[in-house]
């Protein structure tokens, strides 16, 4: 059976990945008037009287909501969501295994920013915690920056930010291996969507000084109409450069791609400086192979998939981060907490086992999400 017959195999037997299960059990009258009536009215009591108490008496102060449009589903696009469901799922079903943190998928038959806003806002009051997932750009960016303005509860678009502190923690320790400081580097990110502007911040944020963003149409500048990305061409492509991906990457010390498969090319890893650093992170094809970079000039090559060396994966950040930020009661996922993160991920890999081909924990690694969730929960 191919991987994805044993995927349609595993869902429908299983018919989902997810049930409910019970903390207590009812098994006789006096169970029953604890977990319920009349026993009940008694934590609801006390959280009446002090809204707080909701974290001492009930699952808040372990669960996440994973909202989604069904809008940028994966390597999919705009499916909807009733087809974007299996991945809330599987969402879900990673946040319990790799973090302990109980996670409900909610897909919302709406893509209108403003009523996914006012959906969550009304949503928020059973969760401690809001993970947007798979919703497009440029409508995510104003979802998140709303809802953190209104919730005092955690949110965060797992598609940025968890992809951009997973890149960050690679390309730490990618430059340890290939012996380059980040104020030497020329980075050039292609992708100017939400994936791509949310790691350029976060590398910037980091301290490298030299970035481009490529899009569609070439490299970013100051012309561009949409709001995020015209923000984003005020701090990057410094030199003001012209041009399209190919001329933006001669010179260039770090690729990071989040946009299509087969983009670049040999010849362009090749106008790269010397021992260049590749994340070629598109979905299930890389802008690049890794054999081919690497036979063209590449160093250290990372990219999304699980088949090949260095897969960049979110599951060894957002397990640990919202575990973090639960525990500690944080009201937001700041910047600070998402460089934290990122040095506590590169920090997994010892110094003495760094090389081209190990610079990312395993995600089956037992204690990602406790030394992510520390770090996280000593930046609140």
């Not at 303005?149 to 390309?171: K, M, N, R």
């Not at 100051?222 to 933006?248: H, I, P, R």
Request: aromatic share 4%.
């Amino acid at each position: 059976m191919t991987i994805d017959e044993k995927a349609l195999d595993l869902h429908e037997k299983l018919h989902g990945k997810l049930s409910t299960e019970a903390k207590c059990h009812v098994n006789s009258r006096e169970d029953l008037s604890l977990a319920y009536t009349p026993g009940v009215a008694e934590p609801c009591r006390k959280i009446a009287a002090n809204e707080e108490e909701v974290y001492k008496y009930t699952w808040k102060s372990n669960t996440v909501a994973v909202v989604s449009d069904g809008s940028a589903v994966l390597g999919l696009g705009n499916i909807g969501p009733k087809a974007a469901m299996p991945v809330m799922e599987g969402k879900a079903v990673l946040f319990k295994e790799f973090g302990d943190v109980n996670a409900v998928p909610i897909c919302l038959d709406t893509q209108d920013p403003q009523e996914i806003i006012d959906t969550v806002v009304r949503i928020a009051p059973g969760f401690g915690g809001i993970n947007l997932e798979d919703i497009s750009a440029p409508r995510c960016f104003e979802i998140e920056n709303k809802l953190k303005e209104i919730l005092d509860i955690p949110v965060f678009h797992d598609d940025q930010h968890g992809t951009a502190i997973v890149v960050l923690a690679g390309i730490i320790n990618a430059l340890k291996v290939v012996g380059k400081k980040k104020e030497d580097c020329k980075v050039v990110v292609n992708g100017d969507g939400s994936a791509g502007i949310a790691i350029s911040k976060l590398l910037l944020k980091y301290g490298f000084k030299d970035l481009t963003i490529c899009g569609l149409y070439g490299i970013l500048s100051k012309d561009v109409d949409d709001w995020a990305q015209k923000e984003m061409a005020e701090v990057t492509n410094l030199s003001g450069q012209k041009g399209t991906l190919k001329d933006a990457m001669v010179g260039a010390d770090i690729f990071v791609g989040v946009s299509a498969p087969n983009i670049v090319t040999a010849d362009m890893v090749k106008s790269m400086n010397k021992d260049a650093i590749m994340f070629a992170m598109a979905n299930p094809v890389p802008e690049i192979m890794p054999d081919v970079a690497k036979a063209a000039g590449a160093k250290v090559v990372g990219t999304g998939r699980s088949d090949f060396p260095n897969q960049v994966n979110n599951v060894v950040a957002f397990p640990g981060i919202f575990k973090g930020a639960l525990e500690g009661r944080a009201k937001q996922i700041t910047e600070k907490m998402k460089l934290a993160a990122a040095l506590a991920i590169a920090s997994l890999v010892p110094d003495d086992e760094l090389n081209e081909n190990n610079i990312l924990p395993e995600a089956f690694n037992p204690v990602v999400a406790e030394v992510v969730s520390k770090a996280v929960k000593d930046n609140i």
